[in-house]
């Protein structure tokens, strides 16, 4: 039967060679050459579970075994090969993120609950762990970053977790739990992606006229 630290490794695994697949083909919509391509790559793939680890005070997953690092490495430079052929990258690279940030996710909010007792931390690592992999990517990319066009992103991330650790709190199995709440998180962002759904955006009343001489609050 799989344990929680071994269900951990799968969950970064998963989520490691996904991301790194998203980074190698901003990689290629910005043209690099295959060293590019192999570094978005291990850039996006390990970079969420990077800072989850130094968030929590534990050793970094890629620096324990060398296995996530070789998936990047091997995933940026079949990329480099392939991407040509991938039709429209960017829908590619949104269906892809879906699955890397359900994965991460739940990998982060079981990591901070194998490690500690406070149920919001383990959710607030699983939002840092599963959203952090995809902002990297498109800043270091200088893509629009993903948090900023109201996409059903980091609420998909803060329901996996929660759902996710609300049941490990009831003491439902540890995969039973995971597998609940990596669905919670895919879901709504695959629903999302597919119907472009859009959370709300906040919508600011006009001010008044700015009068210099009116020293008062010009604010509504």
Known sequence: MMTAVDLIWVADLAATGIFAVTGALVASRKRMDIFGFVWFAALTGVGGGTLRDLCLGVPVFW?????????CFAVG?????VAQWIGSRQRVILWFDAYGLAFATIAG???ATSLQDFALISVVMGIFSGSAGGIIRDVIGQETSIILRREVYVSAAALGATV????HN???ATMTAAA???LSCLLPRI???HFAIQLPAYRPRAGR??????????SE
């Open 170 to 172: 009831f003491d439902v």
């Open 209 to 218: 006229e700015f009068d210099p001489h009116n020293n008062s609050d010009q």
């Open 63 to 71: 620096v324990e075994t060398p296995l996530p690092l070789m998936v």
């Open 77 to 81: 430079l079949i990329m480099h090969f």
């Open 164 to 167: 996710f650790v609300v049941l």
């Open 191 to 193: 629903l999302a992606i």
């Open 180 to 182: 609940f709440g990596f």
């Open 109 to 111: 909010a079981l990591k």
